[in-house]
């Protein structure tokens, strides 16, 4: 059925260094991939989106891109701050099935 | 912009008991959501609905009961309250439920079943 596999977290970095979360799907369709991030005592929140093949979607220094071949869209960011720790949520959506998550990765980063 | 609102943010509930999740949002959102944050295992759908008067069971619908009579309002019923129900609890809307639509989320509801 329909799944999203992301890496397993806890993720501890320090400040500045470069991260990657990985995040697989299985989905019929074509669907839409997102990321979501979710802060500390509050509900989640878009960080990126891409909608078609080779596209990237980026935001706050964070980048995806939507590799249909490998089915995959692995969440990078160069230089991460302390502010970036968070839980980080993969997820797509097809046709008229309601948005499915990962399991979420936790993110910590130390100065 | 309230967004989308939920109350309580935190609740304890004695087993049997019953309790209302309250959701609702201002931006004239016609799909609406109510999912389930257990540790470790990410977010799954309780119920979804679609428009006023119509809702449908997502992937974990039992213990659970939902009623869409306005376009603004999402509540999540519990009726007999146990403790396999102790979770965060969210609630997400979206304009038409397209695939490349982006959810807007409330700030959560942290439910325990003691």
């Known amino acids: 059925g329909d799944s999203v596999t992301q890496m397993e977290g806890p993720v501890t970095l320090s400040e500045e260094a470069f991260l990657t979360i990985n995040c697989t799907y299985t989905a019929t369709g074509y669907p839409s991939l997102f990321w979501y991030v979710q802060y500390p005592g509050e509900g989640l929140q878009l960080l990126l989106k891409a909608t078609k093949a080779d596209d990237k979607g980026s935001n706050k220094g964070f980048e995806a891109t939507y590799r249909k071949e490998t089915t995959s869209f692995h969440l990078e960011k160069g230089s991460v701050q302390v502010s970036d720790s968070a839980v980080y949520f993969c997820?797509?959506?097809?046709?008229?099935?309601?948005?499915?998550f990962g399991k979420g990765t936790r993110l910590s980063v130390i100065a | 912009n309230a967004g989308v609102t939920q109350t309580p943010k935190f609740r304890i509930l004695k087993i049997g008991q019953s309790m209302t999740l309250q959701c609702t949002q201002d931006?004239?959102?016609?799909?609406m959501y109510w999912y389930r944050q257990d540790p470790g295992m990410g977010l799954k759908l309780i119920y979804y609905?679609?428009?006023?008067?119509?809702?449908d069971k997502g992937e974990v619908p039992n213990g659970y009961n939902v009623s869409r009579s306005t376009t603004e309002d999402f509540p999540l019923r519990l009726e007999l309250a146990a403790p396999s129900q102790t979770s965060v609890y969210f609630c997400?809307?979206?304009?038409?439920?397209?695939?490349?639509?982006?959810?807007?989320f409330g700030s959560g509801t942290q439910l325990s079943v003691l």
């Open positions: 997400a809307s979206s304009y038409s439920g397209r695939s490349n639509e982006k959810l807007f």
């Open positions: 609905s679609v428009g006023a008067g119509i809702t």
């Open positions: 997820a797509f959506h097809s046709g008229n099935t309601p948005l499915v």
């Open positions: 931006m004239n959102h016609n799909y």
